[in-house]
Antibody, heavy 123, light 108 residues
Framework: EVQLLESGGGLVQSGGSLRLSCAASGFTFNNYAMNWVRQAPGKGLEWVSTISGSGGTTYYADSAKGRFTISRDNSKNTLYLQMNSLRAEDTAIYYC????????????????WGQGTLVTVSS | EIVLTQSPGTLSLSPGERATLSCRASQSVRNNYLAWSQQKPGQAPRLLIYGASSRATGIPDRFSGSGSGTDFTLTISRLEPEDFAVYYCQQYADSPFTFGPGTGVDIK
């Protein structure tokens, strides 16, 4: 069974930093792209960042570029999101999501989701 | 950037009725890399459909996806009480891997 467990959220002041983690189990971690998706209170889903299985390719939303860094440690089956220069508008639940696979091929996209970790940025 | 527009914003239906949700892309979605996910209040999203029309593991066959290019549809053939939720489409063809704003399906 795929399990994704996010941690590291909390209350931080504007301009501060946080590092989110996502511990993965139940699948061959290094085969899959991984994603961070966030959801501000009462709002829709917003894609934040994606990293390939090897870690060699990364993508960011414009809102995250230059402030957030996605990374992974395949030896620990763990995904990270380093968030710097946080703003009030970064307040959201941050979900970790495993990439898609079908018929032995691997794709971007979100197949399995964690329960999320809440980040609150106070101004 | 591919912008996804979902309609309607809210759909009010009764259990047993058919639901038809639309997702329109601002440009063609390469290889129809379009997914639909369901989210209930207080829960994480759940993947329903990927590749525009393939059901994810464990998803009941009352959920179906169709479409190609820029126009995609999620159909729920007969609404069950547990289907009242918000539905999002996402394109995963080209970064940024954008989501639509969502369609809420609520009980009439």
């Amino acid at each position: 069974e795929v399990q994704l467990l996010e941690s590291g959220g909390g209350l931080v002041q504007s301009g501060g930093s946080l590092r989110l983690s996502c511990a993965a189990s139940g699948f061959t971690f290094n085969n899959y792209a991984m994603n961070w998706v966030r959801q501000a209170p009462g709002k829709g889903l917003e894609w934040v960042s994606t990293i390939s299985g090897s870690g060699g390719t990364t993508y960011y939303a414009d809102s995250a570029k230059g402030r957030f860094t996605i990374s992974r440690d395949n030896s620990k089956n763990t995904l990270y999101l380093q968030m710097n220069s946080l703003r009030a508008e970064d307040t959201a639940i941050y979900y970790c999501a495993k990439g898609l696979s079908s018929s032995g091929y691997y794709y971007w996209g979100c197949e399995n989701w964690g329960q999320g970790t809440l980040v609150t940025v106070s101004s | 950037e591919i912008v996804l527009t979902q309609s309607p914003g809210t759909l009010s239906l009764s259990p047993g009725e058919r639901a038809t949700l639309s997702c329109r892309a601002s440009q063609s979605v390469r290889n129809n890399y379009l997914a639909w996910s369901q989210q209930k209040p207080g829960q994480a999203p759940r993947l329903l459909i990927y590749g525009a029309s393939s059901r994810a593991t464990g998803i009941p066959d009352r959920f179906s996806g169709s479409g190609s290019g820029t126009d995609f549809t999620l159909t729920i053939s007969r609404l069950e009480p547990e289907d009242f939720a918000v539905y999002y489409c996402q394109q995963y063809a080209d970064s940024p891997f954008t989501f639509g704003p969502g369609t809420g399906v609520d009980i009439k």
